[in-house]
């Protein structure tokens, strides 16, 4: 069974970093996507960031683009999420995300919330 077990989250005033972490276990897929949606009260949840584990490429929402960053440790099987610079907006329930041979895969979430 795939767990994704995320940590990290907390309250931070606007300009300051977080760092997330998703453990991941309990599979043993070699090709996958892994990485963060994260979803504000009254809103869709919205794709964050993602690590392709085949070639290691990321990718980013424009909205978080050059202020966070997504990187693995594959020899612990977790990925982070370096949030720099917050801003209100950013506030959100933040899940990681595991996507493999077409499932997806969930965490429990971690808040974030970014003061003013």
């Known amino acids: 069974e795939v767990q994704l077990v995320e940590s990290g989250g907390g309250l931070v005033q606007a300009g300051g970093s977080l760092r997330l972490s998703c453990a991941a276990s309990?599979?043993?897929?070699?090709?996958?996507?892994i990485g963060w949606f994260r979803q504000a009260p009254g809103k869709e949840r919205e794709g964050v960031s993602c690590?392709?584990?085949?070639?290691?490429?990321?990718h980013y929402a424009e909205s978080v683009k050059g202020r966070f960053t997504i990187s693995s440790d594959n020899a612990k099987n977790t990925v982070y999420l370096q949030m720099n610079s917050l801003k209100p907006e950013d506030t959100a329930v933040y899940y990681c995300?595991?996507?493999?041979?077409?499932?997806?895969?969930w965490g429990q979430g971690t808040q974030v919330t970014v003061s003013s």
């Open positions: 309990g599979f043993t897929f070699d090709d996958y996507v």
């Open positions: 690590i392709s584990s085949e070639d290691g490429s990321t």
């Open positions: 995300n595991l996507f493999a041979f077409l499932q997806n895969y």
